[in-house]
């Protein structure tokens, strides 16, 4: 038999139970209770013609087709990101480099983040034109200054005694920054890098408005048709991405966490109360006195020879 680990267990639960509740209010809003409009996003496009079989009509849908694009802009504008981020995080920490370097890296992370990531849209839109890659180039620069700031941080938090020790046996920069930073911060590394997919995911429904690609473009045009329904509809497919994206990163966290097993919440923790350890029950002859350090049945044995 197959054992499935605490942390996978949580997440097999976690999606099956927030699919079940969309798939469920989807049916009573399709027609069964309220005839809802707004579930029209997520039915075929007329043109081009689907060609997926009856159970996968719905990936046809505008629907399906900005959210996966979405999802690729921020998979894509992470990983270009998170290479480009981390030669400037390494550069301006000050732990690892002088301060004639480690200002002007710090300076350009500060002038990638100054602007947020739908103002890059808008300078890239103009630059490249409309399309999705006018949004990977721009949510990789914002990625750029938001995750260098938070490398750079996590580098120079790191323990000084590996530093020390790679500085003493005469090591360059590089060497140190390769063989040593990296894999003593690694663990917060790969954690930051998957937050901040998180965050591109959600930045990227935002970006399409300008053009930029992804769901949001549909949203935008769905607004200038005052079709308020529909909009509502890819709000709410968007927070179920986002959740379960959510749920996903934590199962990913998990791998890279020091978190204890005892304090990882349990769904059986949302509906019933904790359960209390039973009080822990010492024998009196196993408790060892603090001042003589004998355990207390030995000593009442040696000061009452006669009842031995």
Request: aromatic share 12%; net charge negative; proline share 6%.
């Amino acid at each position: 038999m197959i054992r499935i680990d605490r942390e996978l267990r949580e997440l097999l639960v976690s999606v099956t139970v927030l699919t079940l509740g969309f798939w469920i209010t989807l049916v009573l809003t399709s027609g069964l209770v309220w005839d809802w409009d707004g579930w029209r996003v997520i039915e075929p496009q007329s043109y081009p013609p689907c060609e997926a079989n009856m159970f996968l009509q719905f990936t046809c849908s505008t629907a399906w087709i900005g959210m996966v694009e979405t999802i690729k802009i921020a998979i894509l504008a992470t990983f270009f990101g998170m290479i480009l981020s981390l030669p400037m995080g390494l550069l301006s920490s000050r732990n690892l480099f002088p301060q004639y370097i480690t200002y002007p890296s710090r300076a350009v992370v500060s002038a990638c983040r100054s602007l947020p990531s739908l103002i890059w849209a808008i300078i890239f839109v103009i630059i490249v034109g409309l399309g999705p890659t006018a949004g990977i180039l721009a949510m990789t620069i914002y990625t750029v200054g938001y995750l260098g700031k938070m490398q750079y941080e996590a580098i120079e938090g790191m323990n000084s005694a590996p530093l020390e020790a790679a500085n003493a046996m005469g090591l360059t920069k590089a060497e140190v920054s390769f063989w040593v930073v990296i894999p003593e911060t690694a663990n917060h590394l790969i954690a930051q890098m998957i937050f901040m997919f998180e965050y591109n995911v959600r930045s990227g429904t935002v970006i399409g408005i300008v053009g930029a690609g992804g769901i949001g473009y549909y949203i935008n045009l769905y607004l200038k048709f005052l079709q308020y329904e529909r909009v509502a509809a890819y709000l709410l497919i968007i927070f179920l991405v986002v959740l379960l994206i959510d749920l996903v990163s934590i199962y990913l966290r998990s791998f890279f966490t020091d978190e204890s097993e005892n304090t990882k919440p349990t769904w059986s923790g949302v509906f019933l109360p904790p359960k209390d350890d039973p009080p822990e029950v010492v024998n009196i002859r196993d408790r060892i006195d603090p001042v003589t350090g004998v355990k207390m049945g030995e000593d009442n044995q040696a000061s009452n020879p006669q009842q031995s």
